[in-house]
């Protein structure tokens, strides 16, 4: 009997220890991937990877820009969480059910040869005029995204920072811009990146400062935006055939207007952020506009 009670002490030892180090070396390896796929330097404080409840929590998310960029951060994120379905894992698919981006900073730098760091992130690939070329050369594959599948996106950003060493002194520009907006349906990681790029280069304008084809990006993420506005619409729908049923039963208005109260605020916010990210695409607004959020 003790042999046995030792025997299982010894395995729930083992077994807390793996589950521990499984956090580590997905750290490890994310922080390295990023390094060789990219060339852009990755850090996290804190992985945590919940099997049980499918989870991931990801704090302290530091992307540093490539070499060429005065060892600037890209961006800054203090908080991710992540709900995922395991099922989909078995099947080789990465199916997300909710992701949110808590970011505190997105940084635009242009380097001392006019040279901008978005231009070499990959998801951008394809989105931008194509620069005059003296000499012909073979054009390149545009780069395959990585497939996924993302319900639902909440998207958070607290400024931007634009830093110019073109002059040869730094020249530093901050956008507090506090987006909290959310997607649906985004079927690639590059759409991710795309609409974090797309929503800080509207809403701080620092697009007409370094010559950023917003247009050309916009096309690429429009779906994304488009089903954030029909589900704001949606939600707006509702919430409003909710008010008049309780105001065509005034016996049950009571518990209609306080089950319809955090719907309509919620709608708001939605309306606010969905329908306006979207504004540039389905009414065909000035693209260079501020978006609210």
């Not at 409003?240 to 518990?255: C, F, M, R, T, V």
């Not at 979207?278 to 693209?287: D, F, G, H, Q, T």
Request: proline content about 4%.
């Amino acid at each position: 009997m003790k042999l046995l009670m030792k025997l299982v002490m010894f395995l729930v030892v083992v077994l807390v220890v793996l589950v521990l180090a499984r956090n580590v070396v997905i750290k490890a390896a994310m922080e390295t991937g990023a390094r060789v796929v990219a060339g852009m330097p990755l850090s996290i404080q804190k992985f945590d990877l919940d099997i049980v409840h499918t989870a991931v929590d990801i704090e302290g998310l530091v992307l540093k820009n490539p070499a060429g960029f005065h060892d600037t951060t890209l961006v800054n994120i203090p908080k991710i969480l992540v709900a995922y379905k395991r099922a989909a894992i078995f099947t080789g698919k990465i199916h997300l059910k909710d992701i949110e981006f808590d970011m505190e900073q997105f940084t635009v730098v242009k380097n001392e040869k006019g040279e901008l760091n978005l231009d070499r992130l990959k998801a951008l690939q394809g989105t931008q005029k194509a620069p005059i070329q003296t000499t012909k050369q073979a054009p390149k594959a545009p780069a395959k995204p990585i497939p996924v599948q993302i319900d639902r996106m909440r998207l958070k950003i607290g400024k931007v920072v634009y830093t110019d060493y073109s002059s040869g002194q730094p020249v530093n520009k901050e956008f507090k811009i506090n987006i909290d907006q959310t997607y649906e349906n985004i079927t690639d990681l590059y759409s991710v990146t795309r609409l974090i790029v797309l929503k800080a280069m509207m809403s701080s304008g620092i697009s007409n400062l370094v010559n950023f084809d917003i247009k050309g990006l916009q096309g690429t993420v429009t779906d994304a935006l488009n089903a954030s506005a029909k589900l704001a619409t949606e939600n707006a729908a509702k919430s409003l055939d909710a008010l008049k049923a309780a105001a065509e039963n005034p016996s049950q208005a009571g518990g209609a207007l306080k089950s319809t109260a955090g719907a309509v605020e919620n709608t708001t916010k939605e309306l606010a952020g969905g329908v306006k990210s979207a504004a540039s695409s389905l009414k065909k607004l000035n693209p260079f506009s501020k978006s609210s959020s």
